[in-house]
């Protein structure tokens, strides 16, 4: 192997991906996880690769990570010992929150958990304007009296009222808190997220300063164990943003990789389509629980602020992740109504849908699609013959409840799964102001490259593209993405008092901090580029929009581009814009991004007719009708194959349906693309 190899490892629920792109080749491996020690399930998968290609982990170059370790603690609730110290006053910001119920009319309806119970929260005497000038001095006797509680806490955060304006009383905290010998990790509001919003700002300096000893000892364990292994490279780590940083900056932010995996996989899906000339698509990742949707224009995954991770808002940058709870093993059942539903219920890896014949007894998605077979469950289960199981499962848990047939039944839980699925394309596209009818849909996981051609159709999206590593997408996002930086600071002021300098100097800083994290990394030169945004609302709202800043020096003209921008952005998501009323600036936010070369995915040419990749004919049913459909074997179809529906294309780690009158063509990458209405 050449010394440039570059891996990258993405650990599921069910299995531990890694894609090893060197010599120009893209292999793929994956091995079970382990959920207990998740960095065994990395091991083998570097032990697998090196037997299965031969390749010594000593030559590895690069080493990227995409990682659920802070997602799981967030759901689970398990974090590290934490204190929080914030303004007087303001002690129960975490406990109100915003007063929002989950359900209005739930009046049984419970709060999450707060992230530091009560007794772990210490006020202190201080007090900023909304400029940051000093209305009440710290009192330093204040903080050097809770120093003593703090001597057996693992990590501390501290959120002053109007920090973002100026840290320096939250700095003096720390300074003081470490001077009395509190020995614990520290996560400063002004660092974390020094933007508006108390409760927000709060939880989420809380949520990093609980996250940051588990992310820390993970991180630990597991370059420690991949350095014996014989790997040199240093380790990095995808974040939410859908970008690469150190492994060091994961310990210091691990609020930024909760969406670490669909991220990558987000990445990854938008690199391919771009490879297909498809610069604006929606990319739906669907594997055994839950599918994941998000939208890209331009090339570039929308990003917001406004993400929920379990019970808990989230606000740093996120890619616009819309998740549900339909996967291939999502469990149909009868609800108290009579009403079929699917999911969120799954079988899980264990014991999984009734056609893997490992002891399920309850119909799922996957079963679904063995009925009316589109999936042929012999193939991965050597050979043997589950049929009669689903079709009793099937029959006992939804047809006969319903009056119908077997195969009614599995059609049935497809529509209803396809409608939930529809859903959430939707709600990324057009509830975002956004024509799914100008963007191509690109399935991948496992499950997704069976429902893609069909959910196309319906919300009349004109192409599908299913990538050649469809099953592993996330893992090869890690190895296209670039290394990226996100700053920002909350400057809540009319926009009439806003002035060129307002903006040029925060951006000014932000570059400042942008190029030497960068150039850390050995990022310079050309490989750098900057991005600011602005987010902004007009008076009174209490929500903002983002919008992009124009290159060059700012000026006043700069100032008016900017506002215009938003005045179009608010038509085109909310219908109408009030250009005669006045604007408020709110954040400033600049992305410093180190552009990553990008391997070729081109696979060797496969030689041969498109006949010759025909495994067999078999019935397979499309919305309620039979047709006699043709299987192919994917890494039989030769490059620049065409052919017709309806059509099965069975590949290693995923099965395309391609419905009648559809057209399929496999393009110089090896990626599958489906004409919807040719």
């Excluded at 006797?141 to 809770?146: G, L, Q, T």
């Excluded at 060059?552 to 581009?561: F, K, P």
Aim: aromatic content about 6%.
């Amino acid at each position: 192997m050449s010394e440039d190899a570059r891996v990258g490892v993405d650990i599921g629920g069910t299995f531990t991906d890694l894609v090893t792109i060197a010599d120009g080749s893209v292999r793929v491996h994956k091995t079970p996880s382990t959920p207990e020690h998740a960095e065994r399930g990395v091991l083998n998968g570097l032990e697998g690769v090196s037997e299965q290609y031969g390749i010594d982990p000593g030559d590895v170059g690069f080493f990227g990570h995409g990682t659920t370790v802070a997602t799981n603690a967030v759901l689970e609730g398990e974090w590290a010992d934490t204190a929080l110290v914030t303004t007087e006053g303001f002690r129960d910001v975490l406990e109100i929150g915003r007063q929002a119920r989950p359900d209005i009319y739930d009046f049984q309806a419970e709060k999450p958990t707060p992230v530091v119970e009560r007794d772990r929260r210490y006020e202190v005497t201080e007090r900023l304007d909304e400029r940051g000038d000093v209305h009440e001095p710290l009192d330093e006797a204040s903080v050097e009296a809770i120093a003593d509680d703090l001597a057996d806490v693992d990590s501390v955060a501290v959120s002053l009222l109007y920090s973002f304006e100026n840290d320096a009383h939250e700095q003096r905290v720390r300074e003081l808190l470490e001077a009395q010998g509190v020995d614990a990790s520290f996560s400063l509001s002004s660092r974390v997220l020094p933007e508006i919003r108390e409760y927000e700002r709060t939880l989420t300096t809380s949520l990093n300063a609980a996250l940051k000893p588990v992310m820390d000892s993970y991180i630990s364990r597991l370059g420690s164990r991949i350095a014996e292994e014989g790997v040199d490279a240093d380790l990095k780590i995808m974040q939410s943003n859908g970008g690469i940083i150190t492994a060091d900056a994961a310990r210091d932010r691990p609020v930024n990789t909760l969406l670490s995996g669909p991220a990558g996989g987000v990445q990854g899906a938008t690199y391919v389509a771009g490879l297909a000339g498809i610069e604006d698509c929606i990319t739906m990742d669907m594997g055994g629980t839950s599918c994941d949707v998000s939208l890209v224009q331009g090339g570039e995954p929308l990003v917001t602020t406004d993400v929920e991770v379990g019970d808990y808002p989230v606000s740093v940058p996120m890619i616009d992740i819309h998740t549900v709870g339909a996967g291939g093993g999502s469990i149909a059942w009868i609800d108290a109504g009579g009403a079929l539903r699917v999911g969120p219920k799954s079988a899980g890896a264990e014991p999984g849908p009734v056609c893997y014949g490992r002891g399920g007894d309850r119909p799922t998605i996957t079963d679904a699609h063995a009925v009316l077979g589109r999936i042929d469950p012999s193939r991965f289960l050597d050979g043997a013959s589950p049929d009669d199981a689903v079709a009793r499962a099937m029959r006992e848990h939804v047809a006969d409840e319903l009056d119908m047939g077997v195969r009614e039944a599995a059609q049935g839980i497809l529509d209803v799964a396809n409608a939930n699925m529809a859903r959430a394309l939707r709600v990324v596209s057009v509830e975002r102001g956004y024509d799914p009818r100008e963007f191509g849909l690109v399935a991948f996981g496992g499950a997704g490259p069976l429902h893609a051609a069909g959910l196309a159709r319906e919300l009349e999206i004109p192409r599908v593209v299913v990538p050649r590593t469809a099953g592993v997408l996330s893992a090869l996002g890690l190895l296209i993405s670039d290394v990226l930086y996100d700053f920002s600071t909350s400057k809540v002021r009319s926009w009439a008092e806003v002035d060129p300098e307002t903006l040029a100097e925060p951006f000014a800083e932000f570059r400042s901090r942008g190029r030497d994290r960068l150039a850390a990394e050995s990022q310079t030169g050309e490989d750098v580029v900057f991005e600011r945004s602005a987010d902004l609302r007009y008076a009174g709202q209490s929500f903002e929009l983002t919008v992009p800043v124009p290159e060059g020096e700012i000026d006043e003209a700069t100032l008016d581009a900017i506002v215009e921008r938003f005045h179009a952005k608010h038509r085109k998501r909310y219908g109408h814009a009030y250009e005669d009323e006045p604007v408020e600036l709110v954040t400033l936010r600049l992305r410093a991004r180190g552009v990553v070369e990008t391997p070729d995915l081109r696979p060797e040419p496969v030689d041969g007719s498109v006949d010759d990749a025909v495994r067999e004919t078999r019935d397979v049913v499309y919305d309620g009708r039979t047709h006699a459909t043709r299987i192919y074997d994917r890494g039989s179809l030769p490059t620049g194959a065409n052919f017709d529906g309806p059509a099965v294309v069975e590949g290693r780690e995923s099965t395309v349906v391609v419905h009648p009158e559809q057209e399929a063509r496999v393009d110089e990458y090896g990626t599958l693309l489906v004409e919807v209405n040719p």
